[in-house]
């Protein structure tokens, strides 16, 4: 496993824990209308953001923290507040869900 400095695991926490109150106000209606996420704004240049996930079985639509229809092309999520994610992209966030 790789190690994290204290840091990284810092920052991680802290943006999981901001985010998990925003992600229950958000809707789909909502999320629709925000934007894409920036994959060179420096959250998600931390979190190691790509639109396209090179990760077998792990993208956005598969991650517990994404909150978008199945049929849509992103969603909100809770890592990413104010911005929406594409369903194929990956961040170092991702956890499977269920």
Request: with cysteine.
């Amino acid at each position: 496993m790789k190690n994290l400095s204290r840091r990284r695991f810092m920052a991680l926490g802290g943006a999981g824990l901001a985010a998990v109150p925003l992600s229950s106000i958000l809707t789909s209606a909502v999320a629709d209308e925000l934007p894409m996420v920036d994959p060179e704004s420096p959250q998600a240049a931390a979190l190691q953001y790509v639109v396209a996930s090179s990760k077998e079985g792990q993208n956005c639509a598969n991650c517990i923290l994404y909150q978008g229809e199945a049929e849509a092309a992103g969603g909100a999520c809770g890592i990413f507040p104010g911005s929406q994610v594409g369903k194929e992209a990956w961040c170092a966030a991702w956890a499977a869900k269920g």
